[in-house]
Antibody, heavy 119, light 110 residues
Framework: QVQLVQSGAEVKKPGASLRVSCKAS????????INWVRQATGQGLEWMGW????????GYAPKFRGRFTISRDTSISTAYMELTSLTSEDTAVYFC????????????WGQGTLVTVSS | QSVLTQPPSVSAAPGQKVTISCSGS????????VSWYQQLPGTAPKFLIY???KRPSGIPDRFSGSKSGTSATLGITGLQTGDEADYYC???????????FGTGTEVTVL
């Protein structure tokens, strides 16, 4: 079965950078796009961006362009997200999630990674 | 602020039906198919509906979806206490070149 396993919780200082990993199993890593979605406490889902593990192509939500990057290592079926210049507004649970290329749907979700930004 | 608008909450008694609306525009729902997600408290979202009205394997037929113009609707019949969750619609927005989620709707079983 498809599984997306994310790295553990993080505590960061304002201004720092964040890196979260997402290891995929149960399918061929290059056949599904990877998305990153975040959710602040008590708030809704916010899509951040996507990557094609096959081509390496990426797309980012306007709000995050310039400080958000998705990358991957196909040899270990793992995707990464990096968010720079953190502020308290970035405190949230971050989810990696996968779905068929080019389709407006997200089929599989990781367990989420809680990120706290605090001085 | 999301470009897809949902009612904050809906409720009904066990066994009854609820519908959740998702209102968008020509650049998102009007041009692309809609998916729906269920998020139980403290858990990751779960994929519920795709291509406006199709259910992934394992999703009961109590859940249904539809789309008309720039709006979509999720229906849940035979409401159960286990259906208490937040529900989100989602689609691609051509103007933003981004996937967008609805504002989310909390379903309460009375």
């Amino acid at each position: 079965q498809v599984q997306l396993v994310q790295s553990g919780a993080e505590v960061k200082k304002p201004g720092a950078s964040l890196r979260v990993s997402c290891k995929a199993s149960g399918y061929t890593f290059t056949t599904l796009d990877i998305n990153w979605v975040r959710q602040a406490t008590g708030q809704g889902l916010e899509w951040m961006g996507w990557m094609s593990p096959n081509s390496g192509n990426t797309g980012y939500a306007p709000k995050f362009r310039g400080r958000f990057t998705i990358s991957r290592d196909t040899s270990i079926s793992t995707a990464y997200m990096e968010l720079t210049s953190l502020t308290s507004e970035d405190t949230a649970v971050y989810f990696c999630a996968s779905g068929p290329p080019g389709q407006p749907r997200i089929d599989y979700w990781g367990q989420g990674t809680l990120v706290t930004v605090s001085s | 602020q999301s470009v897809l608008t949902q009612p904050p909450s809906v409720s009904a008694a066990p066994g009854q039906k609820v519908t959740i609306s998702c209102s968008g525009s020509s650049s998102n729902i009007g041009s692309n198919s809609v998916s729906w997600y269920q998020q139980l408290p403290g858990t990751a979202p779960k994929f519920l509906i795709y291509d406006n009205d199709k259910r992934p394997s394992g999703i009961p037929d109590r859940f249904s979806g539809s789309k008309s113009g720039t709006s979509a609707t999720l229906g849940i019949t035979g409401l159960q206490t286990g259906d208490e969750a937040d529900y989100y619609c989602g689609t691609w927005d051509n103007s933003l070149s981004a996937f967008v989620f609805g504002t989310g709707t909390e379903v309460t079983v009375l």
